[in-house]
């Protein structure tokens, strides 16, 4: 039973500063660090607890370098082609392999290629052998009692060999500290259960439980616990007893049913409530009895990210080693970015190597969008006192990825279209270093992104209503007097998206406006905002008459997911989301989607990799297989 306002509501979330925070989570951590001994071989990954010595020495007796016979090497000299010298097997050689241990009291190894057999128990050489010629002695590799590894070395696979090699079969380390995952939720449900209406999969616990492991820390995740205060309580007291830190997903705000930081504050202390950082300022740092207690928001970003700031440094500093950095890169803002001050911003971007230097465009800022950090080459960090960058600006990002990666991208901006995933795939899978990077931010965004230098290519569909031509218009008004090319890709089919049944009955514009339809538009400057805008000036009705029309979205897969859960929706796209998305499609257009380029870009090898693969056989049938798509056969490129 819970008592009545014992977990009322209180907001305090301070705007404490992120290092400071974590200065201060340090400071109070102290851990009780135990060691465990593990057998070398598997040991892969691990922390030396100690310095480690050799127990045996390697080799540990004079081994044979080479394939031939050990001789003593004074019996050896004088030997030359006018001097030939017989030895005798046993007297004077033995055989040896590569390996083998070589009898005293012999001292030398001829390679087998310079003896010449003359019987079976009698060889002759006109080469002397040089003392201890081709043997490897005792300890060249290791010597006994020699230390291989200082205390805080992380075992690599090189390493294990060295260790077997030394009979060292046996190693201590840290044990692995041990990082409860509690999450919390009345909405969430496990991954392996359908989740109702109103109801989200917890994935959270299992995306931190792999990078606590990725750090060196044994994760131990929780089933679920619902918003209930005495439900958490008993939770966090029992990981608490067993664990070196706790994690506790979601309820770090001040939300009604957020009752973490009441919790910890109850049972032991809390040192920060929220940090001056955007995603994630609403973190609980505190303590309950030894055990360090990190308390981190629900959206996806702000978790995996606070994860990183506080739970990281505690791993790394239980197993006594150097928080890990992300190698930096210099780069240009390819637009225009905005922050407040007083917080750190931490952007998420997407990067190009486009015209000879590397070029940074943010993602989705928003915290639940978890495809922002899947898509992100780097982030950007915004210090507190500066209100943004300005586009051309000059910045320094941590990397993500490798930059060989990011370098070997093609860097796609322009009007979404599902192809150019299959465009993409079939790329990799041909040309192993290079992908597709796609922004889907419009065709006239992707005009002025080749305009601007910010993309390789623009995936353009826009109609000129005067000429009823595709394309051409835009890109001479735009881009004249630059080198560019217009590569004719795809003719395909636009039309209305609507609920399976279209229980509407919706067959035009003019019913989009009188049935009061919940209409899902998109972006401005996307060619299905101009088409769906030129439908509404031929019918005599303004934006004002959609309901809806403020409503954006920057994908066909994005509109036919919302039409797909409202009954009263519509919207307007290309007949293969709404065959993904199992909607009804009524036509309104066929349209001309091509591709936008600099004339350098096709003509280097990635624009001729990409002009092959748009011509094979088996792009194409797996593109038209979509349903509503025609692939262009071997286009004729449209110089400007």
Not at 285 to 290: A, P, S, V
Not at 345 to 365: K, S, T
Request: net charge negative; aromatic share 8%.
């Amino acid at each position: 039973m819970i008592m009545p306002g014992k977990y009322e509501r209180k907001i305090y979330l301070e705007d404490k500063p992120r290092e400071e925070a974590k200065k201060e989570l340090l400071k109070h951590f102290a851990p009780e660090r135990k060691t465990e001994t593990v057998k070398s071989a598997d040991a892969l990954g691990r922390m030396t607890a100690e310095p480690v010595y050799a127990a045996q020495s390697s080799p540990h007796f004079h081994a044979s370098a080479m394939d031939g016979i050990a001789v003593k090497a004074e019996d050896t000299f004088g030997a030359h082609e006018q001097n030939p010298i017989r030895l005798k097997k046993g007297k004077d050689f033995v055989y040896v392999n590569t390996g083998n241990a070589v009898p005293p009291p012999f001292n030398a190894v001829i390679m087998i290629e310079h003896v010449e057999v003359i019987s079976e128990d009698t060889v002759e050489i006109i080469e002397p052998a040089a003392p201890w010629q081709h043997i490897r002695p005792i300890g060249e590799d290791i010597v006994q009692e020699e230390m291989l590894f200082t205390q805080g070395h992380k075992i690599r696979p090189v390493d294990i060999g060295v260790l077997l090699a030394s009979q060292t079969r046996e190693i201590k380390v840290m044990k692995k500290p041990v990082v409860s995952i509690i999450p919390t939720g009345n909405e969430l449900v496990s991954p392996s259960e359908p989740p109702g209406h109103g109801k989200l999969i917890e994935f959270n616990g299992t995306v931190m439980a792999n990078y606590i492991k990725e750090w060196g820390g044994e994760p131990v995740l929780y089933d679920i616990v619902e918003d209930d205060p005495e439900e958490i309580k008993k939770a966090i007291l029992e990981a608490a007893e067993n664990s070196d830190i706790v994690v506790v997903n979601a309820g770090s705000s001040a939300g009604s049913t957020d009752y973490t930081v009441h919790i910890v504050e109850e049972l032991g202390e809390v040192f920060t409530h929220g940090v001056a950082t955007r995603p994630g300022k609403p973190v609980i740092l505190g303590k309950i009895n030894n055990t360090i207690i990190v308390g981190i928001p629900g959206y996806p970003v702000s978790a995996y990210m606070t994860l990183e700031w506080f739970v990281r440094p505690l791993v790394c500093e239980y197993l006594g080693i150097e928080e890990p950095k992300r190698p930096t890169l210099k780069v240009k803002l390819g637009r225009r970015i905005v922050s407040s001050m007083g917080s750190e911003d931490f952007i998420r971007v997407a990067i190009g190597f486009v015209g000879g230097e590397f070029v940074a465009n943010p993602l989705q800022r928003e915290a639940g969008v978890t495809m922002s950090l899947v898509k992100a080459d780097g982030i950007l960090v915004i210090p507190p006192e500066k209100l943004g960058y300005e586009q051309g600006e000059e910045a320094v990002v941590e990397l993500l990825r490798p930059e060989e990666e990011i370098k070997n991208a093609i860097v796609f901006n322009g009007s979404h279209d599902l192809t150019i995933d299959i465009l993409s795939a079939h790329l990799r899978r041909k040309y192993k270093n290079t992908k597709i990077v796609s922004s889907h931010v419009g065709s006239m965004a992707g005009i002025m992104a080749i305009k601007k230098g910010e993309a390789h290519l623009a995936g353009v569909h826009l109609l000129d209503p005067e000429t009823g031509e595709y394309n051409r218009t835009y890109v001479q008004r735009f881009l004249g007097g630059q080198d560019v090319v217009l590569l004719p890709f795809l003719k395909r089919k636009q039309g209305w998206l609507l609920p399976k049944g279209n229980p509407l009955g919706i067959s035009g514009v003019k019913d989009i406006a009188e049935k009061n339809v919940q209409f899902v538009n998109r972006q401005k400057g996307a060619g299905t905002r101009i088409l769906f805008d030129l439908l509404l000036k031929e019918n005599g009705l303004e934006p004002e008459d959609i309901a809806g029309y403020d409503r954006e979205m920057f994908s066909h897969l994005s509109v036919a997911a919302e039409v797909k859960g409202n009954p009263d929706a519509a919207g307007l796209g290309i007949y293969s989301a709404a065959k993904v998305m199992d909607l009804d499609f009524v036509p309104v257009a066929d349209e001309e989607y091509d591709l936008l380029m600099t004339k350098e870009f096709f003509e280097s090898v990635r624009g001729q990799q990409l002009l092959e693969i748009i011509n094979s056989r088996e792009f194409q049938e797996e593109v038209e297989a979509l349903g509503g798509y025609q692939v262009v056969r071997n286009p004729e490129p449209i110089y400007f």
